[in-house]
């Protein structure tokens, strides 16, 4: 299963070419079974233990770097290694630590565009081994790792593989991370911001991972912040100041209604209960500050101290999710507007949708204990970060708005029990530890409910 962390050998699948596919079962050898119920063996093939990155983000959003990596092969030998980068980012040479050329595969990007970097020897296990690898986009419109929607807003996508790694959530790294960017621009990386310089058109800042990462990313744009701190703590929330072209577009259209029906008809913008100047998320990134401030408050009182001192809360023009990287997370511009705004926008019509844009910011902050602090070897256990982030939003609730504490477990017991889409209750489907294997091509949902 690509993207998925798995050491059983063997896989079922059910492929209907072109439509679907359904993840059917996953197995150890039939001899693993005699010595344990429960077989677990999952190496890595290598491990980077150091990862220097310098990236440019240009004007025109293009990306493109040099990253030096520092490895060792788990278990040796090896010469071949698979690297996870996304394929419209081109490579031009990796080379050794002396500077000598080394060969790698990289297909066409239209193609099989797996990447990999061949040694020229079998790597002895345990020894530790240096590459740079150089590369750069070479995109079209619709394969842009930095999509641009709308003015100073940028999204920035390919997020586990904007830059080389034995695989993102599976390896954990120490970083160092470089990068130039526009200079109009507010840019936040991962880790402790060690420098922030402006040099003729570009930002350059220096970043640095505490302890080792397991992905690293960026987020950019024309942001606006508010900081709420304390000694330990500084959380900073930047929201875009302007909105997005997807929100634009609901305002012109207000605007062409408006002309259609002329002046009499009354405000149209008014009457659908919109108020003027409501699409403002930069008035948001307060709001925002204080709640992620205090969700890592409660958080931290729960389950212990984190090695960071410093979290940034960042807007991503695209609405409907949530994600959180080391000390970054990204929320989505929907969750910034005032609920009143939502409300007119028939954006959180179902109780669902009112539950995610209230609980979407402190989700994402219990992040930084579940999945990046508490991550896991198997997809097997991958549930233990959706689902004690779901718990650690129902904890804040339970602090900040007990009346609705009760609604909101009460939604997750009906989801689990009542009939899915093919009518059947998802709890009777399968352990969650199945994970994706409990959905199907007509019951897409279970493994979510289940979490
Ligand atoms: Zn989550």
């Known amino acids: 299963m690509p993207g998925l962390s798995s050491d059983e050998e063997v896989t079922l699948l059910h492929y209907n070419r072109g439509n679907y596919f359904e993840w059917w079962a996953g197995f150890h050898l039939a001899?693993?079974?005699?010595?344990?119920?429960?077989?677990?063996?999952?190496?890595?093939?290598?491990?980077?233990r150091e990862e220097h990155i310098d990236a440019e983000v240009s004007k025109s959003n293009h990306v493109s770097a040099t990253a030096e990596m520092e490895f060792t092969v788990t278990a040796g030998p090896a010469r071949v290694l698979p690297l996870s980068l996304e394929g419209v980012l081109r490579i031009s040479s990796v080379t050794d630590e002396t500077g000598k050329k080394l060969s790698f595969i990289q297909e066409d990007r239209k193609l099989d565009n797996d990447t990999w970097i061949i040694l020229p020897e079998p790597a002895a296990a345990g020894r530790v081994y240096k590459v740079k690898i150089s590369y750069e986009e070479d995109s079209t419109r619709d394969s842009r790792i930095i999509l641009?929607?709308?003015?100073?807003?940028?999204?920035?996508?390919?997020?586990?593989?904007?830059?080389?790694?034995?695989?993102?959530?599976?390896?954990?790294?120490?970083?160092?991370?470089?990068?130039?960017?526009?200079?109009?621009?507010?840019?936040?990386?991962?880790?402790?911001?060690?420098?922030?310089?402006?040099?003729?058109?570009?930002?350059?800042?220096?970043?640095?991972?505490?302890?080792?990462?397991?992905?690293?990313?960026?987020?950019?744009?024309?942001?606006?912040?508010?900081?709420?701190?304390?000694?330990n703590l500084t959380v900073t929330a930047y929201g875009g100041r302007e909105v997005p072209d997807e929100l634009k577009g609901v305002t012109a259209s207000l605007d062409i209604e408006q002309l259609r029906r002329g002046s009499g008809a009354g405000d149209i913008a008014s009457r659908s209960g919109i108020m003027t100047g409501g699409f403002n998320t930069a008035s948001s990134a307060a709001y925002a500050a204080a709640q992620s401030f205090q969700a890592f408050k409660l958080y931290e009182f729960y389950f212990g101290q984190l090695p960071f001192k410093s979290i940034s809360v960042t807007e991503q023009p695209v609405g409907f999710f949530g994600q959180s990287w080391p000390t970054l997370i990204f929320l989505p511009y929907t969750s910034l507007l005032d609920a009143t705004t939502r409300n007119s926008l028939r954006m959180q019509n179902s109780a669902e949708e009112r539950e995610f844009y209230n609980v979407v910011a402190v989700h994402e902050m219990s992040h930084q204990w579940w999945g990046h602090m508490v991550g896991w070897k198997?997809?097997?256990?991958?549930?233990?970060?959706?689902?004690?982030?779901?718990?650690?939003?129902?904890?804040?609730?339970?602090?900040?708005?007990?009346?609705?504490?009760?609604?909101?477990?009460?939604?997750?017991?009906?989801?689990?029990?009542?009939?899915?889409?093919?009518?059947?209750?998802?709890?009777?489907?399968?352990?969650?530890?199945?994970?994706?294997?409990?959905?199907?091509?007509?019951?897409?949902?279970?493994?979510?409910v289940l979490i």
């Open 31 to 48: 001899e693993e079974y005699s010595k344990s119920p429960h077989p677990e063996h999952r190496t890595l093939l290598a491990q980077c």
């Open 148 to 231: 641009q929607e709308g003015s100073g807003l940028y999204f920035v996508g390919a997020r586990t593989s904007w830059y080389p790694s034995f695989g993102a959530f599976d390896d954990r790294t120490h970083f160092k991370l470089r990068f130039r960017s526009p200079k109009k621009y507010k840019f936040i990386a991962t880790g402790r911001r060690l420098s922030s310089e402006k040099s003729g058109d570009s930002l350059e800042t220096e970043w640095e991972s505490e302890i080792p990462y397991s992905v690293v990313g960026f987020n950019y744009g024309d942001f606006v912040d508010k900081t709420q701190s304390d000694q």
């Open 378 to 448: 198997t997809y097997h256990d991958q549930w233990l970060s959706e689902g004690f982030a779901d718990f650690s939003a129902a904890l804040y609730i339970r602090k900040t708005e007990p009346n609705k504490f009760k609604a909101f477990w009460d939604l997750r017991r009906r989801h689990l029990l009542q009939n899915n889409s093919a009518g059947h209750p998802p709890v009777e489907v399968g352990p969650l530890w199945l994970s994706y294997q409990t959905n199907s091509y007509l019951e897409p949902r279970n493994s979510q």
